[in-house]
């Protein structure tokens, strides 16, 4: 297995573009998260979803968007970017609500 | 997050000694506690959890410890090691879904030889 696998890694975006992050799971989660990580400030949710079809706002939603037509993909959707979306995006799933998050390896993001 | 505080931000200790972090939550229905580490430049992997029907949890050098009257856990590192140098994170449960965490803003460990 995979696990959670995300792209891209690394992103230099101008202020004002979009773009779409991809997350995948080949563990047939129904539970997909995806996290901000400033340095010194942990981990803040964004997005998370229950399953197919099911998405809901975390602490930091604003600035994002997510959709989930399948189990096993969560793309978050990043529109109009600004400098305060530089972070390093963590996707991450877990086979229940309340069970060990598996999260994939990152992407660094950095909006000029 | 916006309910549970973790301390210290910063830990230094030298190899073969305890570490302990603390973390302390806010509500009291909080029923799930894990702990996760951070290598330097990877992803967050969980390396123990309890839950509220369990005092304290081992395995192997790692245990947690968990007060549900004071609304505290803690994470013990016995004989430490350079490897477990680290960034660690608590969590709890997120207060309005149920479903996500919330983290701790992590504590950077450094263990010298």
């Known amino acids: 297995n995979a696990g959670v696998t995300q792209t891209p890694k690394f992103r230099i975006l101008k202020i004002g573009q979009s773009m779409t992050l991809q997350c995948t799971q080949d563990m047939n989660h129904n539970y997909m998260y995806w996290y901000r990580q400033d340095p010194g400030m942990g981990l803040k949710l964004i997005y998370y979803s229950v399953g197919a079809g099911i998405t809901d706002k975390g602490e930091v939603p604003n600035g994002y968007n997510v959709s989930r037509s399948t189990t096993e993909d969560f793309p978050l959707r990043l529109e109009l970017a600004a400098p305060s979306q530089t972070s390093v995006y963590f996707c991450?799933?877990?086979?229940?609500?309340?069970?060990?998050?598996?999260f994939g390896p990152g992407t660094r993001l950095t909006v000029t | 997050g916006e309910n549970v505080e973790q301390h210290p931000s910063t830990l230094s200790v030298q190899e073969g000694d305890s570490a302990v972090i603390k973390c302390t939550y806010s509500?009291?229905?909080?029923?799930?506690f894990p702990w996760y580490k951070q290598e330097l430049g990877k992803r967050p992997q969980l390396i123990i959890d309890i839950r509220s029907n369990v005092g304290e949890k081992k395995d192997q050098r790692i245990a947690v410890t968990l007060n549900k009257t004071a609304k505290h856990f803690s994470l013990h590192i016995t004989e430490t090691q350079p490897e477990d140098s680290a960034v660690y994170f608590c969590a709890v449960p997120n207060s309005n879904s149920g479903y996500a965490l919330n983290f701790g803003k992590g504590t950077s460990l450094l263990v010298t030889p």
């Open positions: 509500d009291s229905a909080s029923n799930y």
């Open positions: 991450a799933s877990s086979g229940g609500p309340l069970y060990e998050q598996y």
